[in-house]
């Protein structure tokens, strides 16, 4: 499968406790992006990686939020001190690059529920 | 600020007939736009996408269509599958917001057989 592929594709956690995620792009793209989706929503931007730099990040964005993609390979999404309203669909999506706005290509999600 | 919006919720259409989604959007400096298709539990899929520079795009039975002085887009689906049945997203990117993608709230059709 050459899809964006995402783990865990569901979590449930107690508040206040840490959760990470991980995206493994398409293998040739080198963006990689997060974003959230609540119900009745459509997908939020939170953060952009072109290879390993991390170029760009939501100013909706909260501190206990923290991405990484070392060797710009695949990506993890930390958060921190989980809250209710954390809740929602992470999704990743990666591209190519190279030509400004091409398509994004999305992994199925990890939908996050805080108890 | 919701920079691109769709109205319409849901729509609800018969097989074989033509669907009309629509999309607005207030950002002047968007200049590449997209339609997404998702089914539920998985991510959303691209579907057809339309450059600022030109006012209709099409790919099978989609068609996109971008008016450019009304800040309003459309995507045509001709003609209307029961596996067309999904949530559609429009969305809309430029020089401003680097590479993320602004998206609307999605449009639930429904095709009847």
């Known amino acids: 499968d050459t899809g964006v592929s995402q783990d865990p594709r569901h979590k449930i956690t107690k508040r206040g406790q840490n959760v990470t995620f991980r995206c493994d792009p398409i293998?040739?793209?080198?963006?990689l992006y997060w974003y959230r989706q609540t119900l009745g929503q459509g997908p939020e931007f939170l953060t952009y990686?072109?290879?390993?730099?991390?170029?760009?990040k939501s100013r909706l964005l909260s501190d206990r939020f923290s991405a990484e993609r070392p060797k710009g390979s695949f990506s993890t999404l930390e958060i921190q001190r989980t809250e209710q309203g954390d809740s929602a669909m992470y999704l990743c999506?990666?591209?190519?690059?190279?030509?400004?706005?091409?398509?994004?290509?999305f992994g199925q999600g990890t939908r996050l529920t805080v108890v | 600020d919701q920079q691109v919006k769709q109205n319409s919720p849901s729509l609800s259409v018969q097989e074989g007939r033509i669907s009309i989604l629509n999309c607005d959007y207030t950002?002047?400096?968007?200049?590449?736009f997209l339609w997404y298709k998702k089914y539920p539990a998985e991510g959303p899929t691209f579907l057809i996408s339309?450059?600022?520079?030109?006012d209709k795009n099409e790919d099978g039975r989609f068609t996109v269509f971008l008016n450019k002085s009304a800040k309003h887009l459309s995507l045509h689906i001709v003609p209307s599958q029961p596996g067309d049945s999904a949530v559609y997203f429009c969305?809309?990117?430029?020089?401003?917001?680097?590479?993320?993608?602004?998206f609307g709230e999605g449009t639930q059709l429904t095709v009847n057989p």
């Open positions: 950002n002047s400096m968007f200049d590449y």
């Open positions: 999506a990666s591209s190519p690059g190279g030509v400004k706005g091409t398509e994004a290509f």
């Open positions: 969305a809309a990117s430029g020089e401003t917001s680097g590479s993320r993608l602004t």
């Open positions: 990686f072109q290879n390993e730099a991390q170029l760009e």
């Open positions: 293998s040739e793209h080198n963006r």
């Open positions: 339309i450059s600022s520079i030109k």
